[in-house]
C-alpha cells in the first residue's frame, strides 16, 4: 500500500441503535474517503458481549445504507478475530509490557470505595503488577482466570498530534493499568481497537472527542508493539439545543427515527455534514457530490456542533420541494400505505394529489395529515369550524346557493370553479376569505389544505358535492 493510500474506518458497537452523532463520525469518514480517492472500511467492534443489543448491528448497516455510505471493506466482526487480539496480547507479556491479574471484582469495587473515600483518583492500583513467580502459581492452582492489564509507564509523558486540535500531552502519572484481555479471553476496546487499526492499515482515525482520553493509552500500546500510530483527529460534540450533550432527551436521536418520520436521506446527509463542518460561512444546501468534491478536514470546527431540528425541518422542505414530482409521488406512497382507507390506491390520483402538498410538505410523514381527506371516504372534523365569522343561518344558505351553482356545472376543472365561486361571495355580502373557508372546511375537514379550486378539480365533482350536503346535513 503506498504511503499516501488514505484508509478510515468506521468502528461502531452494536451497544445501541446508531444515533445522529455515531452517524456522523462515519459521514465524515466516508467523505474524507471520498474525497481522497480511500478506502472506507466497515468494522463492528462486537466484542462487549454483555453490552450487545439485539438487532444493533442490522441497524447500523441499515442506516449507512440508507444513507448512501457504500463501503469497501467488510463488514469485518471483531468477534471473529479473538486469536489475533490473544495474540496481541501474548506479545505484550512476552516484553513484559503486560501482565496478568487475579484480582477478584470484590477486591475492585473495596478498592474504588476506598479511592472514594480517600478522594483519590479511580483506577486500578497495580496490586498484580509486581506479584512472584510463586503467588501468581497460587492463582492459578487456585483456578483464578486472569485478566492481561497494560503495564502502563508509571511517569513521564504521552503526547501525539490531533489533526484538528494540535499537540495534546497527557501525564502517564494519569493512566493506569488498564485491560487488555478479558478473563473470557475477549480483548477490550483498546487492544482490539488498536490491533485492527494497524493490521487494517487505518491511516487516520477520525473519531468522537469522548475518545479522546483513550488516545494516549492507544499509542502507548503502539509504542510497545512497535507499531506506526495513524493520525488522530478527534471530531466536536454535537450539542442539543439547550447546550448539553445530544441526547434522547432532545428528541428522536436514533437515525431510523428520521427515516419513519420521512426526512429524505440526502437531506439528512447534507445536514449532519454540517454538524462541524461547512464549505464556507453561508452555503447550507450541498449534493452528496459537492460536499465529497469539498470536504477537508481544515474545515472542521474544533467547538461543538449544535443540533437543531427546526434547521434540519427546513433543509428536508427545500429538498422535498426540489424533488420531481413523480420522484416526491413514489417516495410518498409507503407514508400513504398507512392510511386506512380502501385499498388499493389509485396511482394516477396519488400523482393528482402529491403537487398539490409537495410545497407545503415538511417531511413525507406529514403527508399523511395533509392528504388524508382526498382518501378518506368521510369526513370527521368538528362543525364550528363550518361558522368561523358566520352565523348559522349564513352558513346554511351560503352552502345551499353554491351547492346549486355547483351541481349543474358540467365542466369541472379549477379555473372554471373559481370563475363560478369567487363572485358568489359578493352575491352572498360574504368576505371571500370567509366563504372560501367554509368550502374549504365543508370539502376538506380542515381550516388549512391546498388551494380551494385545485383540490376542488382532484376530488372531482361527485364528492365535493356529497361532502357540502354533508355539511349541510351537519349544521
Ligand atoms: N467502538 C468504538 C465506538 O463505538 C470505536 C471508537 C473509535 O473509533 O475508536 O465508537
Not at 394516477?348 to 407545503?360: D, G
Not at 361527485?462 to 351537519?474: M, P, Q
Request: proline letters at 5%; glycine letters at 6%; one cysteine or more.
Amino acid at each position: 500500500m503506498s504511503k499516501e493510500t488514505i484508509r478510515v474506518r468506521f468502528a461502531p458497537s452494536p451497544t445501541g441503535f446508531p444515533h445522529l452523532g455515531n452517524i456522523r463520525t462515519a459521514l465524515f469518514n466516508w467523505l474524507f474517503a471520498r474525497h481522497h480517492n480511500g478506502y472506507f472500511v466497515l468494522r463492528i467492534e462486537d466484542t462487549d458481549v454483555a453490552r450487545m443489543v439485539e438487532g444493533a448491528t442490522e441497524s447500523i448497516l441499515h442506516s449507512l445504507r440508507w444513507l448512501g455510505f457504500d463501503w469497501d471493506e467488510g463488514p469485518i466482526f471483531q468477534s471473529d478475530r479473538l486469536d489475533i487480539y490473544r495474540g496481541v496480547a501474548d506479545k505484550l507479556l512476552k516484553g513484559e509490557i503486560a501482565y496478568h491479574c487475579y484480582c477478584s471484582p470484590r477486591r475492585l469495587e473495596e478498592m474504588r470505595q476506598e479511592q472514594t473515600k480517600k478522594k483519590q483518583p479511580p483506577g486500578y492500583d497495580r496490586h498484580c503488577r509486581t506479584l512472584t513467580r510463586k503467588q501468581k502459581d497460587e492463582y492459578e492452582a487456585n483456578g483464578i482466570a486472569p485478566v492481561v492489564r497494560f503495564a502502563s509507564p508509571l511517569d513521564g509523558k504521552t503526547s501525539f498530534h490531533d489533526l484538528l486540535r494540535g499537540e495534546i500531552v497527557f501525564d502517564n502519572s494519569t493512566l493506569d493499568d488498564f485491560v487488555l484481555l478479558k478473563s473470557d479471553g475477549y480483548p477490550t476496546y483498546h487492544l482490539a481497537n488498536i490491533a485492527d487499526d494497524h493490521l487494517m492499515e487505518i491511516s487516520h482515525v477520525l473519531r468522537a472527542d469522548e475518545w479522546l482520553s483513550s488516545t494516549p493509552r492507544h499509542i502507548l500500546l503502539y509504542n510497545a508493539l512497535g507499531w506506526q500510530p495513524p493520525q488522530f483527529a478527534h471530531l466536536p460534540m454535537i450539542l442539543g439545543p439547550d447546550k448539553s450533550k445530544l441526547s434522547k432527551r432532545h428528541g428522536a436521536t436514533a437515525v431510523t427515527e428520521y427515516e419513519q418520520k420521512g426526512y429524505l436521506p440526502e437531506a439528512l446527509f447534507n445536514f449532519l455534514a454540517l454538524l462541524g463542518w461547512s464549505l464556507d460561512d453561508k452555503t447550507e444546501i450541498m449534493s452528496s457530490k459537492e460536499i465529497i468534491k469539498n470536504f477537508s478536514l481544515d474545515r472542521i470546527s474544533t467547538t461543538a456542533a449544535v443540533f437543531n431540528r427546526e434547521k434540519l425541518d427546513w433543509m428536508n422542505g427545500v429538498y422535498i420541494r426540489n424533488l420531481p414530482v413523480t420522484e416526491f409521488s413514489r417516495r410518498a406512497v409507503p407514508f400513504l400505505e398507512t392510511l386506512e382507507v380502501n385499498r388499493p390506491l389509485d396511482d394516477h390520483y396519488i400523482s393528482r394529489v402529491m403537487p398539490l402538498v409537495q410545497e407545503r410538505a415538511k417531511t413525507l410523514a406529514e403527508i399523511q395529515e395533509l392528504t388524508g381527506f382526498f382518501f378518506h371516504d368521510k369526513l370527521v372534523y368538528d362543525v364550528h369550524l363550518l361558522l368561523n365569522k358566520l352565523e348559522r343561518q349564513q352558513a346554511v344558505y351560503a352552502l345551499q346557493v353554491s351547492l346549486s351553482k355547483l351541481e349543474s356545472l358540467e365542466l369541472w376543472d379549477s379555473i372554471y370553479l373559481e370563475e363560478i365561486i369567487r363572485p358568489l361571495a359578493d352575491e352572498l355580502q360574504l368576505k371571500t376569505g370567509v366563504l372560501f373557508g367554509l368550502l374549504r372546511v365543508a370539502i376538506t375537514g380542515r381550516t388549512a389544505a391546498p388551494p380551494l379550486f385545485q383540490t376542488m378539480e382532484v376530488l372531482g365533482k361527485e364528492i365535493c358535492i356529497r361532502r357540502l350536503r354533508a355539511a349541510l346535513v351537519k349544521l
